[in-house]
């Protein structure tokens, strides 16, 4: 089916769904927003309070619908996924979180989907590689948000210890977007200048102390609120501006691996040049040796969990599933 290059459809139309489609109203990247949800009373009513909102920012067609209209759509958005609650982690979900997107992603290409799928849901990593494979799509297609609100919280903490803005420090948290994830301190830079040359007199750059500050930051928010939505809508609406305005930007994103430090065939984030068509190159960051040991510690714990991923669904988890936030 051709692509409507001015429509996006985002799967999922609660907490981050709902965010996502206001925050990309807001940047008027597209003209029209199309959410999708099992619960259609919901995705209508939250489209209804979004479109209501477009008449006094930056116009654009927001609706609910159906896989139908997300087959001609440019990106399609997946937040759709099973929820975690208090500390429990990410990868806690995979089983629920597997089942509910390999039936959204079975139920998009059903409808005829030949654009790029960017996925939300958790453990987002194992979700991207779940709907790479169910989808059939080129691995440059299927894009995780990955490391990219990781990478916003280190660079945030990082420019509050040096006292400069957040957009001058060149940081990021690479691996899996959970409890492996680590800071790449020794690639980090602000101003051309290694952090420790920028630091002032007892600010804390220490690499273990910022990586587990980051790790953390996530549940503190949902012991708060129950959820996050803001700062991942953010990540993604970041993704879909690189790909609409074909950017060539750098972003450490969730993409499957084909060799890249001896990892292939799983989704973890490394820096990754994104365009138009989606992931173009899968960059290899010169990072320490206690880095790439974290990395291919992440890698581990990733793996593990993905093949308990696959064995459900060789077992009977490829059923009709609803989608569920």
């Not at 619908?65 to 990410?90: F, N, Q």
Request: net charge negative; with cysteine; aromatic share 4%.
């Amino acid at each position: 089916m051709a692509q409507d290059q001015g429509r996006v459809a985002i799967i999922g139309a609660g907490h981050v769904g709902a965010t996502t489609a206001y925050a990309l109203m807001l940047r008027a990247l597209f003209r029209e927003i199309v959410l999708i949800d099992r619960d259609t009373a919901l995705a209508a009513a939250e489209a209804a309070d979004i479109a209501d909102a477009g008449g006094l920012t930056r116009p654009a067609t927001v609706r609910a619908g159906d896989y139908a209209d997300a087959a001609s759509a440019r990106i399609a958005i997946l937040t759709a996924g099973a929820a975690t609650h208090g500390d429990e982690s990410r990868l806690a979900v995979a089983g629920k979180s597997a089942e509910i997107v390999r039936g959204c992603v079975r139920e998009l290409m059903a409808a005829g989907f030949d654009g790029i799928i960017v996925v939300a849901a958790n453990p987002v990593d194992l979700m991207t590689w779940v709907a790479r494979d169910e989808s059939g799509l080129p691995d440059a297609r299927v894009i995780g948000t990955g490391t990219l609100l990781d990478s916003n919280r280190l660079r945030t903490m990082l420019a509050r210890r040096l006292n400069i803005a957040p957009a001058s420090v060149d940081a990021m948290m690479l691996g899996e977007h959970g409890d492996t994830s680590f800071a790449a301190l020794s690639i980090a830079q602000a101003g051309g200048m290694a952090l420790t040359r920028m630091a002032p007199e007892g600010a804390d750059i220490d690499a273990a102390s910022l990586t587990d500050a980051v790790r953390q930051a996530a549940y503190r928010i949902v012991e708060g609120k129950g959820y996050t939505s803001f700062g991942i809508a953010t990540a993604i609406v970041r993704i879909c501006e690189a790909i609409v305005r074909n950017e060539h930007v750098i972003l450490p994103v969730s993409t499957v691996l084909t060799g890249q430090f001896g990892i292939s065939d799983l989704c973890l984030s490394l820096p990754c040049v994104l365009g138009a068509e989606g992931v173009e190159h899968v960059l290899e960051p010169d990072m320490d040796d206690g880095e790439r040991a974290s990395f291919a510690h992440s890698a581990r714990v990733v793996g593990a969990a993905l093949e308990g991923v696959k064995g459900k669904a060789d077992s009977g988890g490829r059923g009709r599933f609803s989608c569920a936030e």
